[in-house]
């Protein structure tokens, strides 16, 4: 039997770009990579380097290629503005310390500090008061400018050498073909879009700011190398202060790296000196290199938009100041992620630990480890300034007399921004490939039993490609081998560590071993099917009830409204399509018709059998062919949502444990932190007792998004200090109206608001083979809930003069009506 192939039309698939040498080659998609020994070069952007004990002559031609600058590497003509060039930190600091907001925010605070010095009477004694405040006056100002000088210099890149990247890019490129063997790959169409874009951003004096997703410090890295290999102007990549560490601290700042607070408090100066910066480098068409999602992905799907330096841009743009940018959204995918065993760590508690070069650089994974390939790919560039004149009418259209129609206003900004946020990363999603060790981790995942055979392990990755293709997604081609090979490729990367092989049977057979890191691969694919999952989940409600299909069917009503209510608690976690709920779910559901796994029910006399929104859907059911078939495909689309499913209910089971012991502790306020912490002790129980069923579901992120939702629903209340204050200086207390009561005995009781809320989830929730959920919940779990929350009472937090009281019902209000 001929081996299996995947099934990617070489025309769907968009040609690869092979750089070896100077030599430059376009491959149509579907190319055929001639038969090779194992150790010969390979084909991608970043070619095999040489190695000295290997090829010692190769080795140092290699270097003397870098070291004179021959053809590309020069490195001298780039498409841009001129960097790399001796003097180029003094002018940039020069420019920022010229710029007139700058100025005005020192000229302000020298004039505040001379008010106060003069309400205390520093002048009283003085003969000439208004020539003693001149002077003062000129002191401050000097005083700050030197703070902001200081500042400007430990902030800004320093693109001083062209030798010196020379060497940057030769030494990163030896360090990534080491750890990622494969090399980087990229879409020939998109480079060379990207090239022509970046061509006429340089003419109109334009930055391009690439906007990628962040799963690795590999990144930027990854970034850095594909616009030096195609010659377009590096961009200064925004990366935080913590790692600006000894000699890597430097090295990064001089390959075009910029150090950035991660949190700014109520720094007045340096929030101006950075906006201050930005404004420059807009303003002087230099390239600039941000992560939309903040820090480092830990759990593989991509994070919710942070909006601080998305904030600066668009105030560039918005206050005239800066004519307009070029926002280019870019995808980085995995084989395997350096860091994630270390990330586990952490979800699973540990503190993160410091960054160090002995550490970043002595990781075997790094320096040894083979790790198969990065993919990265550009969407299509589009342009700032239109982008917000766009919103600024389709809001003006819809309420012409709202204050969103104000774009100065603070309700429009925030509206711009988030839409700005969600656009993007919804161009990352359109964009991304996925690799097949996030297929082989997502059919693992998602199947039941122990193991799965090897010709069923084909099967279920053949369907699942076939479905993300379905979806409008990706899925890396590998020059059209077998499945049955590529699946191969993706176990030897993802190792034995993460799954298990079993020869000695009549099948080879394979298990999930690292079930919690396998779930980062898994991840990567379920923004593709979170509407399929979420109808799923909501039809699971009625069958984990058991009995025949009518027993199980579900009436319309009732799965819309329990969509939305998942969708609602899950807002914080993915990205939905924006056409709203009552659409996206009429559309999901006529694809999973569509596909056989689902059968409606209508009303008679439909106008259009291909348009659901067109009828009136009265229930639905699983069909008979996906009961035939075991169900495979409705419980895949299950599997996918049911562990984050678990972590929101295990999240609020918690909170019954933050019922007051008694009368004297109702004012009681808890530490925010350890809340959570305690929250994962809880859910390590609950697993190993048997009443969780997913390990993943006590990761430390999804359990921060869970009580991020409490917060805005109003469940809970917060209390921070009148300083600008960390998680670890906020407490919480469960809101009155969604407070529990407690019995005769002390034991707290399963009604109410919360219970009915945790009720509502566990609905959903996947049904385990020796229990019931209701009376579970009320029994062992809701004990043990109560025992861990009575030891949060032991250091509850008692409230003082200098903190703030917040009503988040009101404050989700608010973010509610930012949202509509």
């Given amino acids: 039997m001929s081996p299996s192939k995947t099934d990617i039309p070489p025309q769907t698939s968009a040609p690869d770009l092979e750089i070896l040498g100077d030599q430059v080659t376009l491959h149509p998609g579907g190319y055929v990579q001639p038969t090779v020994p194992e150790d010969g070069p390979e084909r991608n952007l970043v070619e095999h380097m040489a190695r000295f004990r290997e090829s010692p002559l190769d080795f140092l031609r290699e270097i003397s290629l870098y070291v004179s600058g021959t053809g590309w590497r020069a490195y001298e003509d780039v498409i841009g503005q001129p960097i790399y060039y001796p003097g180029f930190s003094d002018n940039m600091k020069a420019m920022i310390m010229r710029t007139p907001m700058l100025q005005q925010r ?184 941000c992560f939309i999602e903040g820090g480092r992905s830990r759990t593989g799907k991509l994070l919710s938009p942070k909006f601080g330096i998305l904030s600066f841009f668009m105030d560039s743009v918005l206050s005239g100041r800066v004519e307009d940018a070029i926002i280019c959204p870019v995808s980085t995918q995995y084989d395997k992620v350096v860091e994630t065993e270390s990330y586990i760590s952490e979800l699973l508690g540990q503190p993160k630990p410091q960054e160090n070069l002995r550490d970043f650089l002595s990781a075997s994974s790094v320096l040894s480890l083979k790790l198969g390939r990065v993919d990265v790919r550009f969407h299509e560039p589009w342009s700032l300034r239109s982008f917000i004149a766009e919103q600024r009418a389709r809001v003006s259209d819809a309420k012409p007399s709202s204050a969103l129609s104000d774009p100065l206003s603070p309700q429009s900004r925030i509206r711009l921004l988030r839409t700005l946020g969600y656009r993007v990363l919804s161009d990352i999603n359109a964009v991304s490939v996925v690799m097949p060790t996030a297929l082989i981790g997502t059919v693992l995942l998602t199947l039941r039993g122990r193991g799965v055979g090897k010709s069923e392990l084909i099967r279920r990755v053949e369907w699942l490609s076939a479905r993300v293709r379905a979806k409008g997604g990706r899925v890396a081609h590998f020059a059209g081998a077998p499945t049955s090979t590529i699946i191969e490729r993706g176990l030897d990367v993802l190792g034995p560590g993460l799954v298990g092989t079993i020869d000695d049977l009549p099948e080879t057979t394979y ?70 709920l009552l659409l996206n779910l009429h559309r ?76 004297s502790q109702s004012e009681a306020w808890l530490d925010i932190r350890q809340a959570q912490e305690t929250t994962q002790t809880l859910g390590k129980t609950l697993y190993h007792q048997g009443d969780l069923s997913y390990f993943e579901a006590v990761n430390k992120e999804t359990l921060k998004n869970a009580y991020q939702l409490f917060v805005e629903e109003g469940i809970v209340l917060i209390r921070r200090s009148s300083l600008e204050s960390s998680a670890s200086t906020t407490a919480i207390r469960l809101a009155p109206d969604w407070t529990p009561q407690r019995d005769g005995n002390g034991s707290i009781v399963p009604e109410g608001r919360l219970w009915d809320f945790i009720e509502k989830i566990a609905k959903s929730r996947r049904e385990g083979k020796n229990r019931r959920d209701g009376a579970t919940v009320s029994t062992r779990v809701l004990r043990l809930a109560d025992l861990v929350g009575k030891e949060l009472f032991e250091t509850a937090v008692v409230p003082g003069e200098g903190e703030i009281l917040e009503d988040q019902r009101r404050r989700a209000r608010r973010k509610q009506e930012a949202r509509l």
Avoid at 120 to 129: I, L, N, Y
Avoid at 551 to 576: K, M, P
Avoid at 623 to 635: A, H, I, L, T, V
Wanted: glycine residues 6%; contains cysteine; charged residues 20%.
């Fill in 106 to 289: 020192i000229l302000d605070l020298a004039n505040k500090r001379l008010d106060v010095e003069e309400k205390a009477g520093f002048f009283s004694h003085a003969r000439d008061q208004g020539k003693a405040k001149a002077i003062r006056r000129d002191e401050i100002v000097s005083s700050l400018r030197e703070v902001a000088l200081g500042l400007t210099d430990g902030m800004i890149c320093k693109m001083e050498s062209n030798r010196f990247i020379r060497f940057a890019y030769y030494s990163a490129t030896q360090l990534l073909t080491r750890a990622y063997h494969q090399g980087i790959h990229v879409s020939s169409e998109e480079v060379l879009r990207l090239r022509s874009v970046a061509e006429t951003a340089a003419k109109n004096k334009h930055s391009i700011i690439f906007l990628p997703c962040h799963r690795s410090h590999v990144d930027y890295v990854s970034l850095q190398l594909i616009c030096y290999r195609l010659g377009i102007a590096l961009p200064t990549v925004v990366a935080g202060d913590n790692l600006k560490i000894p000699v890597l601290g430097s090295f990064l700042q001089h390959a075009g790296a910029m150090w950035i607070r991660r949190s700014f408090a109520n720094d007045a100066l340096y929030t101006t000196l950075v906006q201050s910066y930005m404004d420059t480098l807009l303003q002087n068409g230099f390239n600039v290199e």
């Fill in 588 to 663: 999901t559901l006529l694809g999973l018709e569509s596909d056989g796994v689902i059968t409606l029910t209508r009303s008679e006399g439909r106008a259009d059998p291909h348009n659901a929104a067109d009828t009136k859907v009265l229930s639905v059911e699983i069909s008979s062919m996906e009961r035939k078939n075991g169900r495979e495909n409705f419980d895949f689309y299950n599997f996918l949502l049911w562990p984050f499913i678990e972590s929101t209910w295990l999240g609020a089971v918690s909170l019954m444990g933050l019922t007051p012991p008694g009368p």
């Fill in 511 to 580: 298990t999930a071993v690292d079930r919690f890191q396998l779930s980062f691969y898994r991840n990567m694919t379920i923004h593709l099917f979170i509407s399929e999952a979420l109808v799923c989940a909501a039809m699971y409600t009625k069958v984990k009830q058991g009995g025949g299909p009518d027993n199980q069917r579900i009436s319309f009503d009732a799965l819309y409204e329990q969509v939305g209510f998942l969708s609602s608690i899950f807002r914080g976690e993915f990205i939905y399509p924006t056409a709203g």
